[in-house]
């Protein structure tokens, strides 16, 4: 997680768009019988594209949703019955992957709440802040990632665009935060048989238009995830928001976008770190001061899911 020391303030919104990501892989792709929530889908993670309801979203025919329509009408099975299910509707290899996922995932969902102290107020308002998710922006990523597990050679494709933030500048560019989210998140996608695909297209000190006409020919076709970050150069402009929603919701993976201010800071002040691995360090772990691993059951991410919705529809975060 090591970051631009200048660009940080948006590495870590992107960290709590992977943590969002990471909870709705941990949880989601199992829990395919409930129905998107009807909930508003423009915010800060937003949906550019119109909410399909998961019947058409979602091949019905694969065994998995046969799967779920066995859970949905016999309610008194328990999510211990899954690895029965699944063998029983000939899609037993995918128990190991979303077990192997789901362990990759609550590993970094630990590293992530501890070296972030998500449980702590100023860490817990940082995480509602630039998420700022709805819960139907929430079930669209879920639906998301349960269609990418029925698909063969998947892919989850992830363009970020923006600024000099974004691009790195400072650091060397594979150390620029998209790259981070990519070696972060590719291994949990890896073991769900889906390949992250991650373009940082950003640039410094350049003008909103031409340059978001561009973000499928810089970036590839099609874009399931698109990061903007812009508000140095155009933050009150209306009109790139929706051009960028555009490119997003005509893409043929249904694509969302993560709207996010510029901002960075300096370290200079701060004092040098007395641990053998630097908290900075991509090498550092919770254990190495002593905290404990972090696991999100399912009371957390209900729990998540709830203070997000309800923060987010609190007020807009134009408001904020």
């Known amino acids: 997680m090591a970051s631009s020391p200048l660009r940080g303030s948006l590495a870590l919104a992107a960290l709590a768009v992977l943590c969002t990501i990471l909870i709705v892989i941990r949880t989601g792709p199992i829990l395919l019988s409930s129905s998107p929530s009807s909930s508003s889908s423009s915010s800060t993670l937003s949906s550019s594209s119109t909410v399909k309801h998961h019947s ?13 329509s066995i859970f949905s009408s016999n309610p008194s099975l328990k999510q211990g019955d899954l690895r029965r299910v699944l063998e029983e509707t000939g899609n037993g290899d995918l128990f ?21 102290e998500l449980d ?6 940082f995480l509602l802040t630039s998420s700022n998710l709805g819960a139907g922006i929430w079930d669209l990523l879920k639906y998301k990632f349960a269609h990418k597990l029925l698909t063969p050679n998947a892919t989850f494709h992830m363009i970020f665009g923006g600024s000099s933030v974004t691009a790195g500048h400072d650091n060397y560019y594979n150390q620029s ?9 590719g291994p949990v996608l890896k073991a769900l048989g889906i390949e992250l695909i991650v373009r940082n297209i950003a640039q410094g000190a350049n003008n909103c238009i031409p340059y978001s006409f561009c973000y499928e020919s810089m970036g590839g076709r099609d874009p399931d995830f698109i990061g903007w970050e812009q508000s140095y150069n155009c933050g009150h402009d209306d009109a790139v928001f929706e051009l960028v929603a555009r490119i997003a919701g005509y893409s043929k993976n249904y694509g969302v976008v993560y709207y996010s201010a510029s901002g960075a800071w300096s370290p200079s002040k701060c004092p040098k770190s007395a641990d053998p691995i630097p908290y900075s360090s991509e090498e550092w772990k919770p254990e190495l001061v002593g905290l404990k691993p972090w696991n999100a ?10 203070r997000l919705n309800d923060y987010y529809s609190s007020k807009s975060s134009a408001a904020r």
């Open 56 to 68: 058409s979203y979602i091949d019905t025919s694969t065994p998995i949703v046969a799967s779920s």
């Open 96 to 116: 190991a992957r979303l077990t192997e996922a789901k362990g990759l995932a609550s590993s970094l969902l630990s590293l992530i709440h501890n070296r972030y």
């Open 120 to 125: 702590s107020q100023a860490g817990s308002q």
């Open 177 to 185: 935060f998209p790259y981070i989210v990519k070696a972060r998140l």
């Open 297 to 306: 059951d399912k009371a957390h991410v209900d729990n998540m899911k709830s």
